[in-house]
């Protein structure tokens, strides 16, 4: 859960933040003029951004689905207990 969480994190708001800071450039795709040339583009590269949130993505499901086909051991202080109708 850490790892995935740290991984969304740092690609939507750590490296979010890093474009911000660098410059005006905020866009996923390259700025162009009107001539269609490029003029800016962004300082980390948009699917770098993208693969840390999908590997975030794919660790949560993978966790998901480790916790669904794992067997939920019963509690010892519930099991143990013994009551009347015993």
Known sequence: MALSSGLM???IA???IVEILAGPAYGAAP?????GEVVATPMIDPALRTGLV???????AL???YKLVTPVEPHKGTADHETMAD
């Not at 999908?54 to 949560?60: C, E, P, R």
């Open 14 to 16: 750590g490296l979010g």
């Open 9 to 11: 994190l740092l690609g």
């Open 31 to 35: 700025v162009t003029n009107d001539a």
């Open 54 to 60: 999908l590997a975030g993505l794919l660790v949560l």
């Open 63 to 65: 966790y998901g689905g």
